[in-house]
């Protein structure tokens, strides 16, 4: 550590306490330390306040605010340079107003809070500064609160005002003792800060301040806000250096030469993501944690497991925990720790099964799950002394560790569960609807309004129909008709008015919410990681979406008609005891009878809607995959089949439908047949009441039809359990989406931004796996790219070239090890602003319905013409585009359809390259193409994108052989880097896949003779060939025939004799000599495939890469057609004798024309056959 001494220079240089005495500032250098932050690492948290106050020396760092009216609901206000104080404003007004983060690595002085408090009791004019002192992030929350209602202020505005006005910001407290001179109207606005008057709230001119309790307020210069919040300036505000700030900068760069780098010590880790946890939470009793109480082998563990959710924040689903444990209380009879463990893997938890000694169980952090009796109990904290157990059946136990040991035992299985950045937390359920409800809460009102009146028209009905029936019927008073028949009419048109209004406002309003909704769960699935989508059919997910529209019908629907019914029911059940109280309890007489009904079958038909949904979800997943694949299903003839399996699917789910059906018919018919009852039983005892004189004919009949208000409801109390049945299924399904989390963060936006790339990438001990069951697809692998290299990676399939890849772009996130790019963890950047600056071209390349110029501009809309056709062309696209019939107006089709596949594949190449990436990822994105188009491509690609990094993944390894950098990998490992020479030298992997791939493009050539193919495989008379070739001089004019005779087809000549013992004579072959082990006579290295055939670069039939060499080759052979040299075994069938006459004439080859003693049709000169190097012959 530093001394004080030197701490004392550094703080003398900031202003904040460049004039205050020498012994105040011994006093802070006492408790002063030099800390250092890491990149990325955060500072303080606005919901986390800091306990430091923290004197900037070296380093950069981010002021981050939050807003709902920002467009991401975070941003950055100001970049914090050498010099600035941090932390200081929960002093000076008790609150912390942002997020600060290390940008670059930070030193700073680390000083307690509550070591400054103690100096500004003792220093007035310490306090009075402090307490005067406005911060940008401080003036950035009143102004937001204040203008959020505001119509042209919008965030950036906001932002700007914020760092422009904040040096000029007055501040001052307002005390109702001694209240402070100030005007209202002048020219600052004067805003509350902090206090009990509402954040924001300006004090207009003459309005008295009526608070008990102290006001801090904020003036701010009206002129200057007001220009500001114009249209904002396109230029930033930068601070201007001045004295006190290079002689910080000069004294803290004397004394960092020499400080120990021990002497800085590193700063103590904030958890960004962390809930902030109670400081004792190590003293918690077992009241503080949950608990659940179950009983028995199957009740034991799903409380267990509800304990943990609630502990953790999890989603619970009890009926998949009730089917998976009663399964295995079924056959074993009490639940397991191993099924606990994948239950627990099921709900997003990283879990591991340890058999320990008790006595090592406090090193093992909680929560953990141990066997307890005949069930499951939860280990929630665990010290070296004690330990409190959720126990299901019995409560929560504080225990010592010797009581826990002599009831467990010595040793047994502890399941270890931990929560990591995957794992759901429970968000989701009535509760996130609120907002929305709130937002519309006036219209809602309205509605509720209006239904109180429609409901009430209702009751006056009845009533005026007794008035008709006593007063005009039985007392035959026919002038009271009119005025009861008038009001009924009235009262009529009010109703069916107040019903009209009520459906547009409730209609209206529903749109407004299921807009609002349907645009959060559709904005946070499109943000969800890809192993999301890995996991689930598009059907399935599909299906989840859909079960939005029944929540909102059901909280708009009948949730409100239930609320209604509910409050009305008391209403009419108040007038219905007013007419008689009998009649009253024979109505309510079947209500327990309905609600028995309602218990008996709501779990029948819980279990029967979860099996529709699922049988539904199944159906919608294959008609999807059906569909999208429409093209495979024709080609594979295989529409009948599909037809009958989606024909399985739909009868399952009709079938359950039908059971749905079928049970709730009969609940109506019994409450149906209840209802009946309960009117016959009033109608028959409301006659006898009537003729005994105790209850009017008027009164019976308008009893009996507010009995009906309130029966009604109790009849549809079946169908309306049901309904909420089916919404906490849709809630539970939903749940599956928005409970999952984010593949960014929850701090992403508060992270480092990804500086602009140049193109370094660099992969550190790669571990990963697509699932935990399955085994290591990358294992500890290490790879270096350099800056801007075209490197190209190749290997078999499976070898983990896509995977690659996809944890560069943070599609995944690796298991262990770590990837940097240009020195950066892309793992602790901010997520957009990394893929922002990848292209990248994947395997399946999908285009989007639209024309062609729409699908190249994607990511890049305000792209000029001359930039589409510039990015076509590299891509080698334009010409074909400008044969469609629209050019690039035509349009694609959905998905692409109307084009090919290789076309497809050059317009996302384009749309890729306009895109202007830093750096670009192939994913076999040319996999479609022709060898010559694929070429022309990757050496387009060279050109444009030189300077820039490069990862071109591909199989076809012709077309990579100018690569800057080739990497073959295989098993999940890196095999070798290098150059195309370099590795080809090595004869090492790669060298092997290249010449397999080499001879499998011969692989489709008719076989050759046995008995040729044996002559081959002795290897002397290619070599004698390859060596006489060699010693020849060519000249240009024999390069040109060469070229020529190449394009004609492939004919028989006679074998040249390699010694002077056989008949013929010698040929010149034209083309250019090849150096090499062939030309210097140096032997030839053996095929991996077959040891005794001689191998060389030059006998590969690869006329895709370069025709000349095969050319020599072959007519060195004398072939016609391109037979496999190498590739075909001795015991292949070999053609007959006259289809190599008829296809392989000899006598064609020669130029000069049939030699002496050749005849023609024989295929052998004289009566020999093929002759060997030796001389001998043998007929063919």
């Known amino acids: 550590m530093a001394t004080a001494t030197r701490i004392d220079e ?11 005495p020498e012994e105040l500032l011994q006093r802070l250098c006492s408790q002063a330390q030099l800390q250092r932050f890491e990149q990325g690492q955060p500072i303080c948290r606005v919901d986390q306040p800091p306990a430091l106050i923290y004197f900037l020396l070296e380093g950069t760092a981010r002021a981050v605010v939050f807003s709902r009216r920002l467009p991401r609901g975070v941003a950055t206000l100001e970049r914090l340079q050498p010099g600035t104080v941090m932390g200081w404003t929960l002093i000076s007004c008790g609150r912390c107003w942002e997020t600060l983060i290390a940008s670059t690595d930070l030193v700073v002085v680390a000083l307690p809070h509550e070591a400054l408090r103690g100096e500004m009791e003792r220093h007035p004019a310490l306090a009075e500064r402090l307490r005067r002192s406005v911060s940008p992030a401080e003036l950035f929350g009143v ?32 005390t109702p003792t001694d209240p402070p001179a100030f005007e209202a109207n002048g020219e600052r606005l004067w805003l509350v800060a902090a206090g ?5 709230k300006a004090l207009i001119g003459g309005e008295p301040i009526e608070t008990e309790g102290d006001v801090r307020l904020l003036g701010i ?4 806000l007001a220009t500001i919040l114009e249209p904002p300036a396109t230029e930033e505000v930068e601070s201007s250096g001045n004295g006190w700030h290079a002689r910080l900068l000069a004294s803290w760069a004397q004394q960092r030469r020499l400080l120990e780098p021990a002497a800085i010590g590193a700063a103590t880790p904030i958890d960004p993501g962390a809930a902030i946890e109670p400081a004792d939470e190590e003293r918690q009793g077992p009241e503080a944690f949950p608990w659940v109480k179950g009983e028995g082998p199957l009740e034991s563990p799903i409380a267990a497991f509800l304990m943990l959710s609630q502990h953790l924040d999890l989603p619970f689903r009890r009926d998949l925990l009730r089917r998976v444990f009663g399964d295995q209380v079924q056959r074993h009879g009490e639940a397991s720790l191993p099924l606990a463990g994948a239950v627990a893997e099921s709900m997003g938890l990283q879990t591991q099964l340890l058999e320990i000694q008790a006595e090592a169980l406090p090193r093992l952090t909680p929560p953990l799950m141990v066997r307890w009796g005949n069930g499951l109990a939860v280990v929630y904290r665990c010290t070296a002394k004690s330990l409190v157990l959720g126990i299901p059946a019995v409560g929560n136990q504080e225990l010592s560790l010797a009581d826990f040991r002599e009831q467990w035992g010595e040793a047994g299985d502890v399941l270890t569960l931990r929560v990591n950045d995957l794992t759901p937390h429970r968000r989701f359920g009535f509760r996130w609807f609120l907002p929305a409800l709130r937002q519309h809460r006036t219209v809602l009102m309205e509605v509720l309004l209006a239904s109180f009146f429609v409901q009430l028209f209702g009751l006056v009905n ?24 008038v009001l009924l009419v009235v009262f009529a048109l009010f109703e069916g008015l107040l019903l009209c209004l009520r459906t547009f406002l409730f209609v209206d309003t529903t749109n407004r919410i299921d807009l609002s909704l349907g645009t959060q769960i559709i904005d946070h699935l499109l943000r969800l990681p890809l192993s999301y989508f890995d996991r689930r059919s598009v059907g399935e997910v599909s299906s989840r979406i859909g079960e939005l529209e029944k929540v909102r019908g059901f909280l708009t629907g009948t949730a409100l008609t239930t609320i209604l019914d509910a409050i009305f029911s008391v209403l009419y059940i108040g007038v219905m005891l007013i007419y008689s109280w009998q009649l009253t309890l024979l109505t309510l007489a079947v209500v327990p009878f309905l609600v028995l009904l309602v218990l008996v079958v709501s779990p029948i038909v819980r279990i029967q809607l979860q099996n529709r949904a699922v049988a539904n979800a199944r159906t919608q997943s294959h008609l999807v995959e059906v569909l999208s694949s429409m093209m495979t299903v024709k080609a594979q003839n295989i529409e009948l089949r599909s037809r009958w399996k989606w024909q399985d699917l739909y009868t399952d789910y009709v079938a359950d439908g039908f059971d749905n059906t079928l049970v709730g018919t009969t609940a109506n018919s019994i409450s149906g047949f209840l209802n009946k009852l309960s009117g016959l039983i009033v109608i028959w005892a409301g006659a006898g009441m009537v003729l005994s004189g105790s209850l009017s004919l008027g009164e019976l009949i308008a009893f009996r039809i507010i009995a009906g208000y309130v029966t009604g409801p109790l009849l549809r109390m079946t169908s309306i359990w049901q309904s909420v049945q089916e919404t906490a299924l849709s809630l539970e399904r939903l749940s599956d989406v928005i409970d999952h989390p984010q593949e960014a963060p929850e ?10 790339i140049q193109g370094e990438i660099c992969f550190r001990n790669i571990s990963f796996r697509y699932k935990s069951s399955s085994p290591l697809l990358l294992k500890g692998l290490n790879l270096t790219i350099p800056r801007g290299t075209f490197v190209a990676i190749v290997g078999t399939s499976g070898s983990g070239k896509s995977t690659l890849t996809k944890l560069l772009a943070r599609l995944y ?35 989007f319905d639209g024309s062609v110029e729409e699908n190249i501009t994607l990511t890049n809309p305000e792209a000029s013409t001359e930039e589409v056709i510039e990015a076509a062309r590299i891509a080698a696209a334009h010409d074909f585009i400008m044969e469609l019939p629209a050019g690039y107006s035509t349009e694609v089709g959905e998905r692409g359809s109307s084009l090919s596949g290789g076309q497809r594949q050059r317009i996302a190449i384009a749309r890729t390259i306009l895109q202007k990436p830093r750096l670009l990822i192939m994913d076999e994105a040319t996999s479609a193409l022709d060898y010559q188009t694929e070429r022309v491509v990757s050496e387009n690609l060279m050109q444009a994108q030189r300077g820039c990094t490069v990862l071109f993944i591909t199989h076809r390894l012709s077309s990579i052989v100018k690569a800057d950098m080739i990497v073959c990998m295989g098993q999940g490992a890196v095999l070798e880097v290098g150059s195309h020479d370099e590795l080809m030298a090595a004869r090492g992997p790669y060298y092997a896949l290249f010449r397999q791939q080499g001879r499998s493009s011969s692989s489709s050539s008719p076989p050759l003779p046995p008995r040729l193919w044996r002559s081959l495989r002795r290897g002397e008379w290619i070599r004698s060939s390859l060596q006489e070739r060699s010693n020849h001089e060519h000249l240009p004019q024999q390069q040109r025939q060469r070229q020529r005779q190449w394009q004609r087809q492939w004919q028989w000549q006679r074998p040249r004799e390699s010694s002077g013992t056989g008949p013929g004579r010698s040929h010149d072959h034209p083309g250019p000599p090849r150096g090499g082990a062939a030309a210097t006579g140096a032997p030839l290295p053996q095929s991996p495939s077959h040891p005794s055939a001689p191998l060389d670069p030059r006998l590969e039939p690869r006329h895709h890469l370069e025709p000349d060499r095969t050319d020599r080759v072959r007519r060195d052979l004398r072939l016609r057609r391109p037979y496999g040299l190498l590739d075909q075994c001795p015991g292949q069938a070999a053609p007959d004798r006259r289809h190599l006459r008829r296809h392989c004439p000899v006598h064609r080859a020669d130029p000069a024309g049939p030699r002496p003693g050749w005849r023609p049709g024989t295929g052998r000169p004289g009566a020999g056959g093929i002759r060997r190097p030796g001389g001998s012959t043998r007929t063919a």
């Not at 204040?146 to 007055?170: F, I, K, N």
């Open 221 to 224: 210069d009206r002129r200057r």
């Open 10 to 20: 550094l703080l003398r240089c900031f202003p904040f306490l460049a004039d205050q």
């Open 813 to 847: 996130s690796p298991e262990e090890g770590v990837v940097l790019v240009d020195g950066i963890d892309v793992a602790k950047v901010e997520l957009h602003s990394l893929r922002r600056q990848l292209g990248i071209v994947p395997q399946d390349t999908v285009l």
């Open 196 to 200: 009990p008057l509402p954040l924001g």
């Open 747 to 756: 701090d992403n936006a508060t992270r480092l931004i990804m500086p602009a």
């Open 462 to 485: 009845p009533l005026l129909i007794q008035q008709v029936i006593d007063k005009v019927i039985i007392n035959n008073s026919p002038s009271a008709l009119g005025v009861l028949g």
């Open 143 to 174: 102004l937001d609160a204040h203008l959020q209602d505001y119509p042209r202020a919008l965030s950036h505005e906001v932002l700007e005002a914020a760092t422009q006005l904040a040096d000029g910001c007055v501040a001052l407290t307002w």
